[in-house]
């Protein structure tokens, strides 16, 4: 599947459905959050907070496309994986720290989440032959890149430096062994986590609505994340499953007839 539909489904369909349910509970429209552009004009917002961000990673897709086809990008990762990501790495940054002076307020903007997907295009080629070099270097790169941030005063977006700090972890941990039942939970929560991310919201307002006199600061922090993230991974497998029957009512027609063509074309 072309990468294009991928993102139109995994990202852009559901947040566009957050959208509208967000402009029907609120009884109000802007077309800016509708274009996914609201992010480039202003602060304000009908729709709850996740959707800037993948305004941004809607953004990066469009902005990318361009230089991609242009200088036939896949035969350069593929032949220079190396080079091209630390070029695309560099090359992010000083856009960065350029364009950061001409910005004021705004600062949900692609330009400045692009290091972080570049980084990943480094850390992935550094670690393509899984070897020791390969994971030194790649711990190395995170860390001085993390370094140049602070330095160059590009660390307002602190949490996205802390998640990038703790994927060293990951570049080290090939394996983790786990509890069986600790293991299948936290690959349902990786697999909904996209969900989580637009709908936790909504699960937070479902737990207000339902436990208002549940007493205690600490216990009602956990129970109200506990029961978001429940809430999110049940949305996920009901959304999912509707997928898949969607896809099956759509496509099985289809499928058959190729595969009866193919034994056709075995026959003869």
Known sequence: ??????????????????????????????????????????????????????????????????????????????????????????????????????????????????????????????????????????TSIVLITICCIYLLGLSQHYRVIIIALLSCIFIWCDHIKLWKPIGKLITLTANAIFVIFLFHHWGFELFYLLAEDLEGRATRVVVKVIFSVSFCIVLWAFLSALYSSVLKILFDDKIGILKSRKDIVTIK
């Open 1 to 138: 599947m072309h990468y294009k539909s991928i993102l139109a489904i995994k990202i852009v369909i559901p947040s566009m459905l957050v959208i509208l349910l967000s402009f029907i509970i609120f009884n109000e429209i802007r077309w800016q959050e509708l274009l996914l552009v609201s992010n480039l004009i202003d602060n304000t917002r009908v729709v709850a907070f996740p959707i800037w961000y993948t305004q941004v990673v809607f953004q990066i897709a469009l902005i990318l496309t361009l230089p991609i086809f242009i200088f036939n990008f896949s035969q350069l990762i593929k032949d220079k994986a190396i080079t091209t990501s630390l070029i695309a790495l560099c090359l992010s940054l000083c856009i960065w720290f350029f364009m950061g002076a001409y910005q004021s307020e705004l600062s949900n903007l692609p330009h400045f989440f692009l290091w972080n997907f570049t980084l990943g295009w480094v850390v992935w080629a550094l670690l393509k032959e899984n070897d020791l070099a390969g994971k030194v270097m790649a």
